[in-house]
């Protein structure tokens, strides 16, 4: 049996991309989780004026936790994951293991530093 998102969190965990076809207000498939992750933090966000791309940070077992939220058909979305990736690079962390929530194929190769598992 598949564990669910909340259970695939363990401390090994740095953060989570999250690649779906639909705008956060729209409440995409995950998206109750997610929020319950990181403590209604979706949820409180201004979710009525959303971005093909947003950012969240957040603690998991004590250590920095981040949330990376893209659509995928934005035009921007190699750049924005690079910049992320880029981004995450730095904070104080002993981890590098991000989960990937996504239909659309992020090459693991590019981000070698990091180990990435898909859902």
């Known amino acids: 049996m598949d564990k669910s998102l909340t259970e695939q969190i363990t401390p090994e965990f740095l953060g989570i991309i999250w690649v779906t076809k639909d705008q956060l207000n729209k409440r995409p498939k995950y998206f109750d989780q997610i929020d319950y992750l990181f403590n209604g933090l979706l949820t409180h966000s201004n979710l009525a ?3 093909k791309k947003s950012i969240y940070m957040g603690k998991s ?3 920095p936790f981040f949330l990376a939220h893209f659509e995928e058909t934005s035009s921007d979305f190699e750049k924005d994951i ?3 990736f880029n981004m995450v690079q730095g904070l104080n962390s002993g981890s590098k293991k991000i989960l990937v929530i996504s239909d659309r194929n992020i090459n693991a190769k590019k981000y070698k530093n990091f180990s990435l598992q898909t859902f």
């Open 61 to 63: 077992y004590g250590r």
């Open 82 to 84: 690079d910049e992320t």
């Open 49 to 51: 004026a959303p971005h």
